[in-house]
């Protein structure tokens, strides 16, 4: 019962992997790099060289798995790159679990990244072959590592969703639940919201901060347009500042406070906090502000 994981090198992925390997799981990993996936993965997951746009070597490394972790970089290409991958899937007959987007902006007029994510998941539940959708909320190990890496760095952080919670959720808890997802197909048809415990401000995301590294952090105000044309003026694309301008001001407007308890429906066990997850990585973070 091989599953094929996507993105195994990521944020999401490794996790994925691990989940499925402490299950009993046989894993496959579609990589470009073999060397560094190997020192990522260990030798437990099986390694295909190879490219999402090459249909070639996707088909050769579909064969033979019975699930499909389907993740791959967001980009204003993603929904045609996943809409040919999940055709690739249903040729083989395997189960597709996608990794989509925050539920809030999963709608055909949200910001491009979402309604990409919308589009696909039409086609998902259009199709006649089985599949899950995982809609997960802003990962802490981008949002709260980014946010840890600049206090420690600088002693602030910048703030551009005002006063609005944001109900972020460790990836270690997505991959535990993908992991589930992709063995039991109990769960085939649905769609799980996956959230943290809570909704922390950037205040209260601070404050956790500051007991974890013993800083003084100071919180700065901005905007979702400054975030942007900063992340513009370091090298990134047009559209991935305008995306990331989008996210920021979608959760500005508090429509990603919301809470389920689908992490633990999945797993048996509840989702990380930031407190425990800023304690449980303070050293790496301390150091990286990535884990």
């Known amino acids: 019962m091989t599953t094929l994981v996507l993105g195994a090198t990521g944020h999401v992925g490794p996790h994925v992997a691990s989940s499925l390997r402490a299950l009993g799981e046989p894993v496959r990993a579609l990589v470009r790099d073999p060397d560094a996936a190997f020192s990522l993965l260990g030798d437990e997951v099986e390694l295909r060289l190879g490219d999402l746009g090459n249909e070639g070597s996707v088909r050769a490394a579909m064969r033979g798995v019975t699930s499909l972790f389907l993740l791959t970089p967001h980009g204003p290409c ?22 989509s987007g925050t539920s809030a902006g999963i709608r055909p007029d949200g910001p491009d990244a979402c309604r990409q994510h919308w589009v696909v ?14 809609r997960p909320n802003a990962f802490m190990q981008g949002l709260v ?10 002693g602030t952080i910048a703030n551009p969703l005002g006063t609005a919670g944001l ?7 997505i991959g535990r639940a993908a992991a ?17 415990p809570s909704a922390p401000t950037y205040e209260q995301i601070a404050q956790h ?10 919180v700065v105000d901005t905007t979702p347009a400054r975030v942007g044309e900063a992340m513009r003026s370091r090298g990134a694309t047009d559209w991935e500042a305008h995306h990331l301008t989008e996210m920021l001001t979608l ?3 508090g429509e990603s406070e919301y809470l389920t308890d689908h992490v ?28």
């Open 145 to 154: 590592a980014g946010l840890a890496a600049s206090a420690v760095a600088t």
């Open 180 to 196: 589930v997802a992709l063995t039991d197909a109990a769960h085939d048809g649905q769609t799980f919201t996956l959230t943290g």
């Open 209 to 218: 901060i500051a007991e974890a590294f013993a800083l003084q952090v100071t």
């Open 78 to 99: 993603m929904a045609a790159g996943q809409r040919r991958l999940i055709a690739l899937a249903r040729e083989q007959r395997v189960r597709v679990v996608k990794l």
């Open 264 to 291: 633990e429906y999945l797993t048996g066990r509840p989702p990380t906090s930031v407190a425990d997850y800023l304690t449980s990585h303070a050293e790496v973070l301390a150091t990286t502000g990535t884990s």
């Open 167 to 173: 109900s972020v959720i460790d990836c270690a808890d």
């Open 121 to 134: 998941e039409q086609d998902l539940t259009q199709g006649q072959s089985p599949y899950v959708i995982l």
């Open 251 to 253: 959760f500005r407007r």
